[in-house]
């Protein structure tokens, strides 16, 4: 007996090639897909734009600070500010604390410095501040409104205001003392 070997089937001549029609609008439709995807590698998808107020007027604010006393930022028309937001849980706020304390003693008198507490509870910004110093008023910004029209993201933030109450930059991180002085020399 003989084995009979399996005959292969030859496909018809007349089976239908691939739709381009099809292939093509499928292409066409993943196009835009594609060219998004190309366009994010690289890029952050946490970052946050730094500087959105820069060059654009302050948002305006009357706040009292820890010890009763109201502040205006329209009344310090004329004179450069500095409004640094922290927080008492905040690590890097605290090793830049001390670097803005050196900043308001050296500009006394041609800068205005403010720190807004993103603190929930105003007690537990006095005791950090009793605690690590205060040489510039600190401001108390109920349900964080005041930081919420700044675009507030995190802390620290540190926003210079210039003579004409305009944002002249945002800076979201610890700065060092000499970094403070380099924004506040371009300010005046």
């Not at 007027?57 to 329209?74: F, I, K, Q, R, Y």
């Not at 690590?132 to 205001?161: C, K, M, Q, R």
């Amino acid at each position: 007996m003989s084995a009979q070997q399996p005959v292969a089937e030859k496909p018809p001549a007349d089976r239908p090639g691939p739709n381009l029609w099809v292939l093509g609008l499928g292409l066409l439709a993943c196009a835009p897909l594609i060219w998004v995807l190309a366009n994010a590698f690289g890029k952050d998808p946490r970052a946050l734009p730094q500087n959105t107020l820069g060059g654009k007027s302050a948002p305006v604010w009357t706040l009292t600070d820890l010890d009763g006393v109201e502040h205006d930022l329209e009344a310090l028309r004329g004179t450069p500010v500095v409004l640094n937001v922290w927080a008492s849980w905040c690590r890097p706020c605290l090793a830049e604390h001390p670097n803005l304390l050196q900043a308001a003693d050296r500009y006394q008198g041609r800068v205005a410095f403010f720190g807004l507490s993103y603190d929930e509870d105003e007690d537990t910004a006095r005791g950090w501040l009793a605690r690590y110093g205060s040489n510039y008023p600190t401001l108390f910004d109920p349900g964080h409104l005041t930081a919420v029209d700044y675009g507030v993201t995190g802390v620290p933030e540190t926003y210079f205001i210039n003579r004409e109450g305009v944002v002249h930059n945002k800076v979201v991180a610890p700065m060092s003392f000499p970094a403070i002085v380099e924004q506040l020399e371009e300010m005046l």
